[in-house]
């Protein structure tokens, strides 16, 4: 007589075949392996972040295209075979011509601690974790530049006008210098926008006075420093507006006249911001 397996002798000899192909599969062994490149991966990418990319590259050369990126480790000597740039020997000194340095010193200011940036700007506010872009200082091959010196600067200035004109990067290196100045005014109220306008991006131009030396810092925004006009009649409907370039921005009554004038348009003269949408530029 033939015994047929009941339901429960069926059951388990069906558990058992899984646990045996389960056994065959191995899967705890790649596991481990995943599991383990995991945390390695973690506790490197923590490493970067904690040492703050420094221990990293700390001893060596970054080469860019134009190989302008070095370490002041490589070089300790770097400022001493070269002579000062405002002595007797430095006159005939190329200070565009050089690198780029580690400098503990830096930087000058902290964003934190300056009411003069705008938000935009804020680097550290909005969210970057890291400060390794602050320690930069640029090196000329022939010479040493001094030390930034906020009040001697601000005596050269006395009774003068700086004027930055140009687009958002000119704008960041007048909020730059801004912080720089103030960093040795004691009395913050003593530097004002004449004015009374707040900084923000939405303004044509802003005068700070800082009122101890009589000087003005200024920015004006003119991305192209010659003026914009409007289509000509009858142009076609997508061109939004011209440059004539014979004439110069409508601010430039503002900012002819200053002591020292810095300007900045090269990231505006590109096809997306001239050609493209615009007519061929007036002569």
Known sequence: ??????????????????????????????????????????????????????????????????????????????????????????????????????????PLYHSKDCRYLDMGFRCLENGRP????????????????????????????????????????????????????SSEIP??????EVNGSPITKHKGFLVFLFKDYNCTVEYYRAPFLVLQSRPPVGSNQKVRTTLKLDQMDWSSMKWRYADLLILNTGHWWNYEKTIRGMLPSEE
């Not at 599969?25 to 970067?48: M, N």
């Not at 200035?157 to 730059?176: H, P, T, Y």
Request: charged residues 30%; glycine residues 6%; aromatic residues 16%.
């Open 187 to 192: 009395d913050e109220n003593s530097i004002y």
């Open 1 to 106: 007589m033939v015994k047929h397996p009941s339901s429960e002798d069926t059951d388990a000899f069906t558990d058992m075949e899984l646990v045996k192909k389960f056994k065959r599969l191995r899967l705890f062994e790649p596991s481990l392996f995943v599991l383990g490149v995991f945390l390695v991966s973690i506790c490197l990418v923590g490493c970067f972040c904690y040492l703050n990319y420094k221990s990293w590259v700390i001893g060596f050369r970054f080469r860019s295209q134009s190989d302008r990126i070095t370490w002041l480790n490589v070089d300790k000597t770097a400022e001493e075979k070269h002579d000062d740039f405002i002595g007797i020997k430095g006159d005939g000194c190329d200070v565009f011509d050089g690198d780029w340095v580690w400098d503990e010193h830096y």
């Open 130 to 181: 890291d400060q390794f872009y602050t320690k930069w200082r640029w090196q000329p091959k022939g010479c040493n530049l001094p030390r930034f010196n906020a009040t001697m600067m601000l005596e050269k200035l006395r009774n003068k006008r700086v004027a930055f004109v140009g687009d958002s990067i000119g704008r960041n290196q007048w909020e730059s210098l801004l912080c720089m100045l």
